[in-house]
């Protein structure tokens, strides 16, 4: 009996000191859940308002999809970390998998139902005009930002062309808005740009020649800048 003392003695101080770190870091995690919560909240009724809507229902309804959209994709990423996909080789090139393909790979699992809930509401209360808005939120404009690049590269651009790319582009912007963070938005928006440059290829243009012709044009400029 005497030989257990300690170990009973050491269980009564311990114990309740793991139970106050558990619930210590039970508290500390709630708190950060409402903290994220109540600024995903703020971003989604900010959003909601920049559409400028003489319609109050609307307005909550959009600001009520667009909220319930933001946290699944934030939940289902923390969920889903790249660890849960197994490391190897991207069959496409040869190349490992990063973090960040195995990331792209975990959150595109996310179920197809949380996309289409978004945008059946978008698309039932927005102009065609309204929901592009709400889309260039989530991916801070990237589409008109990546436009402005291919026309300063490409001077030349038919109508046809940009036709194409911009239609490449708006698929990028809404297949983005399902990630969570803005370097998974550009790892989406980098598909697409494969694909515009692709196609510039195959519609008679050289797109690395075209690039590095446009990167010696501004370097150029930039020196001529310094010399003034």
Not at 18 to 32: G, H, I, M, V, Y
Not at 92 to 112: F, H, W, Y
Not at 170 to 179: S, V
Request: aromatic residues 8%; positive net charge; contains cysteine.
């Amino acid at each position: 009996m005497m030989k257990r003392l300690p170990i009973i003695v050491l269980l009564t101080f311990t114990l309740p000191v793991l139970c106050w770190a558990q619930t210590d870091s039970a508290a500390k995690a709630a708190a950060a859940t409402a903290k994220s919560n109540a600024e995903v909240e703020k971003k989604a009724a900010e959003w909601a308002a920049g559409l400028k809507l003489a319609d109050a229902g609307k307005e909550k309804r959009v600001a009520a999809a667009v909220t319930t959209h933001l946290k699944t994709i934030r939940d289902w990423n923390n969920e889903h970390p790249f660890t849960t996909v197994p490391a190897g080789i991207n069959p496409a090139t040869g190349n490992k998998l990063s973090e960040m393909d195995r990331q792209i790979i975990a959150n595109s699992a996310m179920p197809a139902s949380v996309h289409k809930d978004l945008m059946d509401i978008l698309n039932k209360d927005l102009t065609p005009e309204q929901v592009e808005y709400i889309l260039d939120q989530y991916t801070i404009g990237k589409v008109a930002f990546t436009m402005k690049g291919y026309k300063a590269i490409v001077t030349d651009l038919k109508p046809e062309e940009e036709a194409k790319i911009l239609e490449y582009l708006k698929q990028a912007r809404e297949q983005a808005i399902d990630y969570k963070s803005i370097k998974q938005v550009s790892a989406i928006f980098e598909i697409y740009k494969t694909k515009c440059e692709q196609y510039l290829n195959s519609n008679g243009r050289n797109w690395k020649e075209l690039f590095k012709a446009y990167v010696n044009k501004v370097k150029a400029e930039k020196a001529a800048a310094g010399k003034k």
